[in-house]
């Protein structure tokens, strides 16, 4: 892992196959750790099609949480567009870090990125703490993947690795309304390709780490609430700016609507 004053790493030669958990092994192999998966899903149309034409929406709507300059962790691979689409919204002044615990991604990001030079791109396992400290950390599509045991574990890893005024954005599936058209297709698809993604929309996300105090959360949805927009910041506003903040709430166990 960088340590904040190396240059971007573009092919990771050192990246280590063993660290790649058997959970990944088992259950996504066909789309995150095979040549032929890579080939095919690391298209937009792709992706655009996966997210029911809603890629560009869901990419702007991580992008716009973005302050031009500041330093910020992506701490999953992404197919697609996406890590191209933070990088330019953290702009050259500012420092993008992007991680993967499977080599194979790891390298094709770095491909994908390497025009870009203030993208890093790093083999790094998101269950074991960070020492750098970001002022946003993007978690784009990760967390319904990730099996329900080890969700505590990364979601408390990200959160400390925040700056004190930073801000954790996750991006992810959401329980759709009862009367969505697409509600039944996604649980077969729940079902039969992403076992992890039931229990994960069944909670909200801020109850992942539910004994972790001192943070604030808030929650947008869209399309019918397939999707979710969850940010969590360190509850170090002034009073006049909670105030003003009045979606953000100062709980587990509530979250704005």
């Known amino acids: 892992m960088p340590d904040g ?8 030669s050192e990246a280590d196959e063993s660290l790649v958990p058997n959970y990944l092994r088992e259950t996504y192999t066909w789309a995150y750790l095979s040549p032929l998966g890579t080939r095919f899903f690391d298209h937009q149309a792709i992706v655009n099609t996966i997210l029911w034409g809603n890629a560009s929406r869901l ?3 991580a992008c716009q949480e973005i302050q031009p300059g500041s330093h910020v962790l992506q701490p999953a691979a ?3 567009n996406f890590s191209r ?8 002044a500012g420092v993008l870090d992007i991680c993967d615990i499977a080599p194979i991604q790891v390298r094709l990001t770095a491909r994908k990125m390497r025009d870009i030079t203030h993208a890093h791109v ?3 396992d998101a269950r ?8 946003s950390i993007v978690c784009f599509f990760l967390l319904h993947e990730i099996p329900e045991q080890d969700r505590p574990c990364i979601v408390g890893n990200l959160l400390e690795s925040l ?11 959401h329980r759709p309304a009862r009367w969505h058209p697409l509600r039944p297709v996604l649980s ?10 039931s229990s994960m929309v069944a909670h909200e996300i801020s109850h992942i780490c539910a004994g972790m105090e001192g943070w604030l959360w808030k929650k947008e949805t869209c399309f019918g609430g397939l999707y979710q927009k969850t940010i969590a910041q360190r509850c170090q506003l002034s009073s006049q700016n909670t105030t003003k903040e009045s979606s953000f709430l100062v709980t587990g166990n509530q979250i704005s609507k």
């Open 122 to 124: 790093y083999q790094y």
């Open 128 to 135: 074991q703490p960070s020492k750098k400290r970001y002022d």
């Open 85 to 92: 689409m933070l990088a330019n919204a953290v702009g050259p």
């Open 59 to 61: 990419c702007k709507w």
């Open 78 to 80: 992404v197919y697609g």
């Open 163 to 173: 700056a004190p005024s930073g801000r954790c954005i996750f991006i992810d599936y």
């Open 5 to 12: 004053n190396s240059g971007p790493v573009r092919i990771a």
């Open 188 to 197: 077969a698809i729940f079902h039969y390709l992403e076992p992890y993604a």
